[in-house]
């Protein structure tokens, strides 16, 4: 059956000239698709090879300079630095009472009134073992003029305090959402606490949370 299917096919085609013209143009037509889409993988590859000489050439560069070695060896000192400035603490209850204090200094400096703080559970840092984080909620009235000293005090917070949430209302006194997270160092048990640092700001009283 295959073989008679086979023979009444190329006596179509031996017969029938404009089949003949038609395959020949498909076939063309494929042959033209598949040197563009060659080409066009060819292009990409050299594109490629390229930008990994590119790269290479400038690695090569920068390996051959030796001031990178200090370089990397002054940004882990500033690193070891600013870490230590980070508040220690040693326990996950003491993170929520620093941050719960810190919201209640940042309150009064503010002169924000109603306040309510809320603060979560302290939990694990992903990929640092030795940090606890504490995320917590201010929600207050702001007094009129009251924003810019609102964002002077948060700054006085970073890097270790991180704002993740501020709305302000409109109207006199505003009504003021703010999200925070902290950041804070596990204490190691039977180490001395840590000196704090001359260029830290003095912190103020602790002020006595707002239920």
């Known amino acids: 059956m295959i073989r008679a299917w086979w023979q009444r096919a190329r006596d179509e085609w031996r017969a029938s000239r404009r089949l003949r013209i038609a395959g020949l143009v498909a076939l063309a037509f494929v042959a033209f698709h598949l040197l563009a889409a060659l ?3 060819r292009e990409a590859s050299a594109d490629q090879y390229r930008n990994d ?6 690695l090569e560069g920068m390996r051959g300079q030796k001031a990178w070695q ?3 060896t002054r940004a882990q000192a500033a690193l070891e630095t600013m870490r230590e400035r980070m508040p220690e603490v040693t326990g996950a209850g003491l993170a929520q009472a620093e941050l719960q204090s810190w919201l209640g200094d940042l309150s009064t400096q503010s002169a924000l009134t109603e306040s309510r703080i809320r603060v979560e559970d302290a939990i694990d840092v992903p990929d ?3 940090l606890w984080q504490v995320v917590a909620r201010l929600d207050a009235q702001v007094p009129q003029y009251g924003d810019a000293a ?14 993740e949430r501020l709305e302000i209302g409109e109207g006199t006194p505003a ?6 997270r902290g950041y804070y160092r596990r204490a190691v048990p039977g180490a001395p606490a840590a000196a704090a640092s001359p260029d ?9 949370p707002t239920p």
């Open 175 to 180: 009504r003021l959402g703010l999200v925070v």
């Open 128 to 130: 640092h073992p030795d």
């Open 200 to 208: 830290a700001s003095p912190a103020p009283p602790p002020a006595e």
């Open 39 to 41: 080409e066009r993988a």
């Open 53 to 58: 000489m590119e790269l290479q050439a400038r």
């Open 150 to 163: 609102l964002l002077r005090a948060l700054s006085t917070g970073l890097p270790w305090i991180q704002v």
């Open 70 to 72: 200090g370089r990397a």
